[in-house]
Every structure is written in structure tokens, then in C-alpha cells.
């Protein structure tokens, strides 16, 4: 069993920056960063491989967030740029996946989520 503890969320306005943090207590191979706005199905961001060598992000995020990993602190960020009202969400962070994948039933883990808000 890993646990998960994001930190970094908060309100910012459009345009603005934020990093997100992801603390495990234990090394998992894949991932990732996934968001849950109200009404809607949790859609994954950005996820990552074992190293950090290979990463996957959506579309909507693409040139604006980076995922990164200092495996040696058990530590996943987000950093966060040009960020957009669309952006507005709680942000999950996801470990224990078998495969570099978006999809949020790929991992085993879950913490209980930092909220972004965007304003415009």
C-alpha cells in the first residue's frame, strides 16, 4: 500500500503559475496527475515513467504543464503555467500503474486531492 499527500493548489488568476506536489511513501514505477471538475469524469493530465524518461499529457495541457519526479524523495510535481479557468479542478495525484497511461483506472493509488481554482 503507497499513500499519496498532494499539496501546492490554491486560486490564482488567469495567466498564473502553481506547482503541485505529490509525496509517496513508497516508490512506485508509474505516475501521474489527474483532475475531477464538478459534473465531470476524472480525466488524467500528465503521467510518467519509471526515470522520468517518458511522459504523456493531454492535449488541453500540452506547452503549459510539465511533469517531473524526484524519485529519491518519493516526490512527483506539477508545475503548472498559463493557466486558463478551464484549468479549474481537483487535482488527484495517481501511483501504482502497470503502463504509461492517461486512463485513471490503470492505477492502484490515490490521494485525496488538491483544489486548483482559475479565475478569469
Known amino acids: 500500500q503507497v499513500q499519496l499527500v498532494e499539496s501546492g493548489g490554491g486560486s490564482v488568476q488567469a495567466g498564473g503559475f502553481l506547482r503541485l506536489s505529490c509525496l509517496a511513501s513508497g516508490y512506485t514505477a508509474y505516475m501521474g496527475w489527474f483532475r475531477q471538475a464538478p459534473g465531470k469524469e476524472r480525466e488524467g493530465v500528465a503521467v510518467?515513467?519509471?526515470?522520468?524518461?517518458?511522459?504523456l499529457y493531454a492535449d488541453s495541457v500540452k506547452g503549459r504543464f510539465t511533469i517531473s519526479e524526484d524519485a529519491s524523495k518519493y516526490t512527483l510535481y506539477l508545475q503548472m503555467n498559463t493557466l486558463k479557468p478551464e484549468d479549474t479542478a481537483m487535482y488527484y495525484c495517481?501511483?501504482?500503474?502497470?503502463?504509461?497511461?492517461?486512463?485513471?483506472?490503470?492505477?492502484?493509488?490515490w490521494g485525496q486531492g488538491t483544489q486548483v481554482t482559475v479565475s478569469s
Open positions: 510518467i515513467g519509471p526515470g522520468g524518461g517518458l511522459t
Open positions: 495517481g501511483a501504482g500503474g502497470s503502463w504509461l497511461a492517461l486512463k485513471s483506472d490503470v492505477y492502484k493509488y
